[in-house]
């Protein structure tokens, strides 16, 4: 579809109503009309169908095996206990393969069909939590920080992060209208939009939360960063990014990833204005005539990142101060238990491309929702698609570890640095866009990298590997020191030389290779990684200083060591 299609579509929509509830009513298709599958988007959904049947039932003369993706608005994918049984209630009830992590930190449920779609999304709100915005033209579910190491610091930098995705929050009722049967009363599609305007956003927009010296968001990947600054323990403020972006079209030298650039320091009482300027002059100024184009990396591109700073402190009445020095150490999560300051205990936990499931290698869901039962704290999803059983007090750890490992879920404590760190996206068979396989590949493609590993005595080695289904970026592959990007069935370029810490790009090595090809090109790599590396040095960082690929830096050094 059209940028010009998708822009008409969006100011004819009568604020994101369009005709959803007449397709929802359509009994002959279990698909929607095309404008309202742009529309749903907003809402929280997207059509899909099972493409392993679609030749099938296209020679059965059967319309595609149509279902729905929806996933939830969940800032910092922090959920209770209660909301944790009543998600894995609606997967069970509604949805197929279980719960599945995203790399946003929200839950997505797949397989929902139109028939089912408005039970679920009210069996979702009925456990406070909404869909509304977690996908469209509009500011998408905000990340935040997910590693307990700093839990005061995480409070009080949640806290913010929930409140600005509450103000950023579309106006419009049409999601209450059409999903929760609130009435329509009189100035309905006419809802006043002060952050969106009448044609939201030209493309998505992504908010994260980091907090030094973990990465887990890869902050420098969104559109919007907040670097929290940390002072004797206390929140200071954050250093501002912009124009992250991992989206990109093969073979068009017009889109690529970028990385964000740092514009300066705020106050926390300057967050939400600064955000707000950022959002409204993306939505002035970003290119609504070539969508590839239309995400805030390029407007920063085409107009300069000095221009669009000086545009922000206009709009929010702030003057940026000078970014402050900040270290990250990596970009992963940290496994098993740590502490918190107030005494309470935090383990997290690795869940293979964030789907959970019971299946051969343990009944994680059961497991999960046994915990869920008996656990008083809270639960955390993480920006690396695992989960963190969070503010568990000291006196009941031997009762979560106890049901982990009655249920398959320790699997942390013996997997190798480069499971523990692997991200794929879902990819096969739902995404419409996905090119290749990414989740279902991921553990066939790991246990072939590890025995590469293993033959170069490499296994303790920290790799980060992320594997995606097409050049869209969802698992955030150009950060990865070894990434697989789709090019077609079977078939990848393969991307080398990010670092661990998610402050440099990687770069094409080899492209639309198979795997044959895939494990040739890194064995001879990995062999003279394992004989020449120094101490401590990543595979990413060794790749460039010997030159084997060039570095794309997007952060001032300085700034970062």
Known sequence: MSAHSV?????????????LRQSLADPVTGALAETDQVLIKYHGSYQQDDRDLREERRQSRLEPDYSFMIRTRTPGGVI?????????????????????????????????????????????????????????????????????????????????????????????RAYYEIWLDEERVAGSGSEDEPVYGQAYLPRKFKIGFAIPPVNDVDVFAQDLGFIAILEDGEL?????????????????????????????FVTPDQVIAVATAVVTTQRDYGNRAVRKRARLKYTLDDRGVHWFTQEVERRAGVS?????????????????????????????LRLLSGRIQDGPDG????????????????????????LVIARVPAE??????????????????????????????????????????????????????????????????????????CPNGCSRPYLGEIA????????????????????????????????????????PLLADYAAQRRPAEGFGDFLVRTGVVTPRIGIPLELAS
């Open 80 to 172: 209770t206990p209660a909301q944790w049984l009543g998600l894995d209630a609606i997967a069970t009830t509604y949805a197929e393969r279980g719960l599945r992590i995203t790399t946003r930190q929200a839950f997505q449920f797949h397989g929902v069909i139109k028939g089912r779609l408005k039970a679920t999304m009210q069996a979702i709100n009925a456990q406070m939590i909404d869909t509304l915005a977690a996908c469209g033209d509009v500011n998408r579910n905000v990340a935040v920080a997910a590693n307990p190491l700093q839990s005061r610091a995480h409070a009080a930098v949640y806290a913010q992060a929930a409140a600005l995705s509450e103000h950023l929050l579309p106006n419009t």
């Open 363 to 386: 009944a994680h869901l059961t497991g999960l929702r046994e915990i869920a039962r008996v656990h008083t704290g809270d639960f955390r999803m993480t920006p690396n698609q695992n």
């Open 484 to 523: 697989l990007v789709g090019k077609a069935p079977g078939r990848y370029n393969l991307m080398l030389g990010a670092d661990h810490r998610g402050q440099r790009l990687n770069a094409l090595y080899r492209e639309n290779i198979d795997e044959p090809q895939i494990l040739a090109a890194l064995d």
């Open 7 to 19: 822009e008409e579509i969006k100011q004819g929509s009568d604020r994101l109503r369009g005709t």
């Open 396 to 469: 009941r750890r031997a009762l979560i570890d106890a049901l982990v490992e009655a249920h398959g879920l320790a699997g942390f404590r013996t997997a190798s640095p480069l499971r523990l760190k692997s991200i794929a996206c879902v990819a096969l068979p739902t995404c419409g866009l996905a090119m290749a396989e990414a989740e279902r590949y991921l553990p066939t493609l790991t246990d072939k990298i590890e025995a590469l590993l293993s033959a170069h005595g490499l296994l303790d080695a920290p790799i980060l590997l992320r594997i995606s289904g």
């Open 320 to 348: 940026l101060s000078p970014a402050r020095h900040f270290d990250f150490e990596h970009s992963g999560d940290r496994f098993g238990w740590v502490e918190g300051h107030d005494g309470h205990w935090h383990l997290t």
């Open 236 to 264: 200071a403020g954050y250093n501002v990014s912009i124009g992250g972006g991992m989206g990109a079209t093969h073979g068009d030298p017009e889109t690529y990833p970028r990385l964000a650039d740092v514009i300066g």
